[in-house]
């Protein structure tokens, strides 16, 4: 009683998570989490597209068609059969995402139709849902912007160079004639998907950095440039 509706959604997402990695042994994913809540530091960069100023990105090693993720598709991508440890955390944390109907996702699929890359395209007027689920992507917010969450590529089609092609498919499809931007976060230590996000269209715009202490969390922006 007294709680909201989303809130409470969302924890009850990342409780099943958690539950979920513990049965597959990842103990150490669990801990993890823990770990960070009580003590760390996290540096990430906000990276921008411009979406009045055309973009052409890199084709795709293998043909790829987006569509939008259904149930049949979502169990095929979130399955955890055969995943080692650190792939394991990155399907289960897109499967909540998945679970608490976040809007709204989309997925490459490859000549014969199966999944390669999942990723959420979500207006900034649903700023509400995305603090809830996402965190704080950037300072603030308005019903021009489109933010992009989620990305991951299944372990057998990486290598295949799909995030540019698909991210770039993927903000086209989401974007309306009232959106200017798009935006999506990404942690400093992760090079792979700053660049996949540039040969996207996207340039860094603002440096992030996020402080746990004790579980209270703390938010912290500044301009920034990437070489």
């Known amino acids: 009683k007294g709680v909201d509706p989303g809130m409470r959604s969302t924890v009850e997402a990342k409780i099943r998570q958690r539950i979920r990695l513990l049965k597959c042994g990842d103990v150490k994913g669990v801990t993890a989490d823990l770990s960070r809540w009580s003590w760390s530091d996290e540096h990430a960069v906000v990276l921008i597209r411009d979406l009045t100023v055309p973009h052409s990105p890199p ?117 309306q004639s009232h959106h200017l931007r798009a935006l999506t976060c990404v942690t400093v230590d992760n090079e792979p998907s700053i660049r996949g996000c540039r040969s996207a269209g996207f340039e860094v715009g603002l440096a992030r950095m996020e402080t746990w202490r004790l579980g209270r969390k703390q938010v912290h922006w500044k301009a920034a440039a990437l070489a």
């Open 59 to 175: 084709k795709a090693r293998i043909n790829i068609s987006i569509i939008p993720l259904d149930e049949g598709l979502a169990e095929e991508i979130f399955d955890p059969t055969g995943l080692d440890p650190c792939v394991l955390r990155e399907v289960e944390s897109r499967r909540r995402l998945w679970q608490v109907g976040l809007p709204t996702p989309y997925v490459a699929v490859d000549d014969g139709g199966a999944p390669c890359y999942v990723q959420w395209v979500v207006d900034g007027r649903h700023a509400d849902l995305i603090h809830d689920h996402l965190g704080p992507i950037v300072p603030s917010l308005g019903p021009t912007d489109l933010v992009l969450e989620g990305a991951w590529a299944t372990p057998r089609a990486r290598g295949k160079r799909i995030m540019a092609e698909a991210m770039s498919k993927i903000v086209e499809i989401g974007a």
